[in-house]
């Protein structure tokens, strides 16, 4: 990895029911505001919320939902290629993308690289309760991880509710990720959306981008923004509020482990990764992988 700016990017979605000159119009704000983004920031990677194509809840039927957007790379990416290629920036979108049959609707995170070719696609896969296909929603749930090598670094890529599960960034981060980008659209607290970006990032040192979208979408659900840039040491380095725009920080590896909390002169002597207790996962795998729930009612 080497030192670069990274931006999150919170928009609002276009109100109102969703149609295609909808999606068109959420993905021209995409484009606005990362040309304003880079312009302003000079950032070399760019992330814009989960679902910003639409915004999270589609209010209609997976089939309406599978018209509207495409398959990746398709019509439904091809503006943020093109700002990407025009800028010469990494920019990671979130989107609905269309499955092989109508009515199978993936939550996608897609990232572009400065020649605007997708390099990456990583499908949610933690849908939440109210998405998920199995549970009367609309997401089909991915089944790979995703880390791509680009000129930037390793990057890793999770969606919202993913990051509520360590299991995924620890395999990422194990398979080489130095940033792992996370695109959301998060529903319940700014203290949770905090804590697991927080707690993800330390977790593995590497640096977390957060971008969170804001505004409310077309089933009327209102999101709280409070994009965040998290170092490798769980440290919040850039903050947003709860309006359109964006923050921004340097991504520096050669301090990114420099001390054990910001501007201590206590070095960082442990290593998450490297101090891993192999033995006891090997004897524990069974544990690891056996079905389970919460013994308190909800």
Not at 21 to 30: S, Y
Request: charged share 20%; net charge negative; glycine share 10%.
């Amino acid at each position: 990895m080497r030192a670069f700016t990274a931006a999150a990017v919170q928009l609002a979605p276009v109100p109102g029911p969703l149609s295609p000159e909808v999606v068109r119009k959420n993905l021209d704000k995409c484009v606005d505001l990362t040309r304003r983004c880079v312009d302003a920031t000079g950032a070399e990677l760019v992330v814009l919320p989960e679902t910003a194509t639409t915004g999270f809840t589609p209010d209609c039927s997976t089939e309406e939902l599978w018209d509207l957007v495409s398959e990746i790379p398709g019509p439904v990416t091809e503006p943020v290629q093109q700002v990407a290629r025009d800028l010469g920036v990494h920019v990671c979108l979130g989107t609905y993308e269309r499955g092989r049959e109508r009515g199978t609707v993936y939550n996608a995170s897609v990232l572009i690289d400065p020649e605007g070719e997708v390099v990456g696609v990583y499908r949610k896969t933690h849908p939440f309760c109210t998405e998920h296909v199995d549970g009367g929603g609309w997401v089909t749930p991915g089944d790979t991880v995703t880390v791509v090598d680009t000129a930037l670094g390793r990057i890793g890529m999770i969606i919202c509710f993913d990051g509520d599960y360590p299991e995924l960034s620890r395999i990422q981060a194990v398979q080489g990720a130095e940033v792992i980008l996370r695109p959301s659209a998060l529903l319940r607290s700014a203290d949770i959306w905090e804590l697991t970006s927080r707690a993800r990032a330390y977790d593995n040192h590497v640096f977390v981008v957060g971008a969170n979208a804001t505004g409310v979408d077309a089933a009327g659900v209102l999101y709280f923004g409070n994009s965040h840039i998290v170092t490798p040491v769980g440290h919040i380095v850039a903050k947003a509020a709860s309006h359109e725009g964006w923050v921004s920080a340097r991504l520096d590896p050669a301090t990114a482990l420099a001390s054990l909390t910001p501007g201590s002169n206590i070095g960082q002597g442990f290593d998450h990764l490297r101090d891993r207790n192999l033995d006891l996962i090997r004897n524990h795998r069974d544990d690891l992988e056996r079905p389970a729930q919460t013994s308190f009612p909800h």
